[in-house]
């Protein structure tokens, strides 16, 4: 009998593990589509949303703060104006009209800590009238999320909580479907350009997605040399993340992350010759477009939920963050057609499974359609910064070839096509930094 009782209770107990399992598998996140994930960085009456419309719908705007109040952060909003005048219903509402959704990052870089007349008064003032005017249940319904703060560095860590605090209860005050960010932040301390998380620890209730700036900074000063997206020696990009991840799964669980900068500076002018940026090292315009296609590939299978680059335009300048534009003098750089290539192929797709991973060789990711099951995209490519070149042969067992294509680099009416040669379930090609896409249908 005793026996007979022992084996029910690991039977139950067997039974609640696999019924605990299956929960956690049916409530597991669903990945994004693509076209749901990709962002673009962008800059009010600067921005040109015909021109940017094939890279993606999502955008983010720096909003100045100064802009709305001038100096005095009392100031009473006259929306839809900006007190300097600017009209943010023409501007945000003629994006929304194009297709965009807009997520606006909150600048108080013209508005030092010791100018406000009352803080706490004052930014709770300020957030709750722009929530309520600008808010998806607002009067104008154009803005989704705003961000308290982009790289607020002027900020100490107990000035930027109560701002943040502040500024954050006006936002759901004024709009409580308006999603709230942090600004830019670190699983660790706080510096010129993040601040630590700590800051908003125990604030959970007051903001929805944690707001991430990544950079693939290799060196410092005087090159700030950046590499590609995956090098395993970069100390702030992919481990970065994680860390920011780990640091949500353990204290704020269930946020969303967000990847607001990320990015690579490429120029066709030479190095200045002197000052601070002599010695500044960009990558070619091949090498942005690969390492923005790739990022955002790494990321999709990461638990991020968007990612936005920086920048959509620059002026051909050779110094740090003064030539990561998408276009150059609103020309198209190689890295709007490979973007623009990854969003309309990827668009209705979210990621599904890493098919093959063999280190410093080659990655293959598959991509399910968001309504039809039978298709799948694989994406190949060689993860490294060498223009290393792999042979690979990949199993497509129960599933047929339709068609590859390779990462295009200039305007054409379709990509050009991928040699991938066919022997019974098995796919041979030569995989290289450029991403491949793999058109598959499930037989």
Known sequence: MRIIQISALCIAALLSISSSAYCAEKNQKQKPMLKDFMGLCVHTIQFKPDLYKPICRLVRDYH???WDVGKDTDFKTIFPFARNKVNWEQLYGGWVKKGYEVDTSIMFNGTKPESWKDLEKDAYKYGKEYASFFG????????????????????????????????A????????????????????????????????KGLEDMYDIINIHIYAQLEGWPTWKRSFPEDPKLPNYLKKLKDIIEWRDKNAIGKE??????????TTKPNHKDGTFKKWVGVTDLQQAQYLVRSFLVFSAMDIDRAYIYFFNDNDAPSLHA??????????????????QLYATLGDYRFGRVVEKKSGQYLVYEY??????????????SP????????????????????????????????????????????????????VYIYLEKK
């Open 64 to 66: 100045g703060f100064n």
């Open 136 to 167: 998806p249940s607002g009067k104008l319904k154009v803005v989704t999320t705003a961000e308290v703060g982009n790289e607020p560095g002027d900020y100490d860590d107990a000035t930027y909580r109560k701002l943040f605090e502040s500024m």
């Open 169 to 200: 209860k006006g936002f759901r005050d004024g709009d409580p479907k308006l999603k709230i960010a942090t600004c830019a932040a670190e699983a660790g301390k706080s510096h010129k350009y993040a601040k630590s998380l700590s800051c908003v």
């Open 257 to 266: 992350l967000w990847v607001t900068e990320f990015g690579w500076d490429c």
């Open 323 to 340: 030539a990561a534009g998408l276009t150059r003098d609103f020309q198209p750089k190689p890295s709007f057609y490979a973007v623009s």
């Open 368 to 381: 399910h359609h968001e309504k039809d099951q039978k298709k799948l995209i694989w994406v190949a490519w």
């Open 384 to 435: 490294t910064g060498d223009n290393k070149e792999t042979e690979a042969k990949l199993d497509i067992k129960g599933m047929k070839l339709l068609k590859a294509a390779k990462m295009t680099t200039q305007k054409a009416d379709k990509p050009e096509a991928a040699d991938v040669k066919i022997k019974g379930s098995s796919a041979t090609l030569t995989i290289t930094e450029s991403p």
